[in-house]
């Protein structure tokens, strides 16, 4: 079983902001594969189904994004999912709008959901799916908790969309040809 997880916040004032590029993600992942992602628990909304003939449970964890891993633990404990079955889908202000980074271990690079993950799961060896929302020109919580420009938000479907892509290929095939394929695309 594999265990994604989709950062953002929760509440209609966060919704398709930056920070929430993961549970866009989640969302839209939910919907090409039909499945509901309505039940609470876990300190989360979550929903279980099946991607690439592998069960899967996404997760939107409720607990806002500094808290996240308190969510993720819970429910990797509960289904007693390895860490290398959790897939952690998140907004990166590193990268430029366009891209899309796998990575399978890491520090949190300043992103404080990813490390309260780390700090809850007592290790950073875990799959990830960075999703790129930009550097910010001035203040940094302004700019990760704003909405992307009708252009960018054009651009950023392209990104969700791969990022399904990327999501099936993990599973199928594992972090490293996730990484090959995905890594130095830009779109």
């Known amino acids: 079983m594999f265990l994604i ?3 953002g916040n929760i509440g209609t004032k966060y919704q398709h902001t930056r920070h929430n590029i993961g549970f866009d993600a989640v969302d839209l992942i939910s919907n090409k594969y039909n499945i509901s992602i309505n039940r609470e628990e876990f300190k989360g909304t979550y929903g279980e189904g099946i991607i690439a003939d592998n069960k899967v449970m996404l ?3 409720s607990t806002y994004m500094n808290l996240s891993g308190e969510s993720v633990i819970e429910a990797a404990n509960f289904f007693k999912i390895k860490n290398s079955n959790i897939i952690i889908i998140y907004d990166d202000i590193d990268l430029e709008i366009g891209r899309i980074r796998i990575r399978n271990h890491g520090s949190a ?5 990813i490390k309260n993950i780390i700090a809850n799961l007592g290790t950073d060896v875990f799959p990830r799916i960075r999703i790129g929302i930009g550097h910010p020109k001035l203040d940094i919580v302004s700019h990760v908790l704003g909405k992307f420009d009708k252009n960018e938000r054009n651009n ?3 990104v969700l969309e791969t990022s399904v892509d990327v999501l099936e290929c993990l599973i199928n095939f594992g972090v490293e040809e996730a990484m090959n ?5 830009t779109l």
């Open 5 to 7: 997880a989709g950062l």
């Open 59 to 61: 997760l939107k964890p």
């Open 109 to 113: 690079g300043g992103h404080n959901g």
């Open 156 to 158: 950023i479907e392209k």
């Open 181 to 185: 394929k995905f890594n130095g695309l």
